[in-house]
């Protein structure tokens, strides 16, 4: 099965800084990478999938980059309703697997 | 609108056999692959079960194979979780998401999730 990891596991940031989480596979998994946001309380929605394609309605400061098993998610300036936690997650094949999260706190 | 409305959670004694149901709206079911995932209180996001969008193929993750079995009623519109043997590590969020696909994409909508607590 492929594991995912993330780093940070959180970190603290400001209105307007630039925000970069990354994700590795231990296995190739070409581009089948997705990221989501989970805001407390809330269910998770997608941002990006196929590693770096903008899901319809997320702002572009959203944006994710990485293939086989090194990928990017970078927030390029964090505005106030971003401060959730966000989760990388493959589907090369099953079992899917997401990463333990990144959670941006102010 | 597109709508995932799961049900079926609640307070279940351990071992014990419970069905979780997701009822869909707004979008043609049948196009689209169908999975489980669950969150424990206060953990991440573990992916549970997939569906493709014909019935005809699965996956479970390791930690309920054997002891979950996803299905499908594509007239009915619905998503199903049958669990049995349920334990305190089953206790969770169980959320119904769509699959962008028929198989294997992202998922692109999900449900409020229905909590399955596991107790004596």
């Known amino acids: 099965d492929i594991q995912m990891t993330q780093s940070p596991s959180s970190l603290s940031a400001s209105v307007g800084d630039r925000v970069t989480i990354t994700c590795q596979a231990n296995?190739?998994?070409?581009?089948?990478l997705n990221w989501y946001q989970q805001k407390p309380g809330r269910a998770p929605e997608l941002l990006i999938y196929d590693a770096s394609k903008l899901q319809t309605g997320v702002p572009l400061r959203f944006s994710g980059s990485g293939s086989g098993t090194h990928f990017t998610f970078t927030i390029s300036s964090l505005q106030p309703e971003d401060f959730a936690t966000y989760y990388c997650q493959h589907y090369d094949y099953l079992p899917y697997s997401f990463g333990p999260g990144t959670k941006v706190e102010i | 609108e597109v709508q995932l409305v799961e049900s079926g959670g609640g307070l279940v004694q351990p071992g014990k056999s419970l069905r979780l149901s997701c009822a869909t709206s707004g979008f043609r079911f049948h196009d689209h692959a169908m999975h489980w995932v669950r969150q424990a209180p206060g953990k991440g996001l573990e992916w549970v079960s997939g569906i493709n969008w014909n019935g005809n193929t699965e996956g479970y993750a390791d930690s309920v194979k054997g002891r979950f079995t996803i299905s499908r009623d594509n007239d009915k519109r619905f998503l199903y979780l049958q669990m049995s043997s349920l334990g305190g590590d089953d206790t969770a969020l169980y959320f119904c998401?769509?699959?962008?696909?028929?198989?294997?994409?992202?998922?692109?909508?999900w449900g409020h999730g229905t909590m399955v607590t596991v107790s004596s």
């Open positions: 998401a769509r699959d962008r696909t028929s198989w294997l994409g992202a998922l692109d909508i």
């Open positions: 296995h190739d998994i070409n581009n089948y």
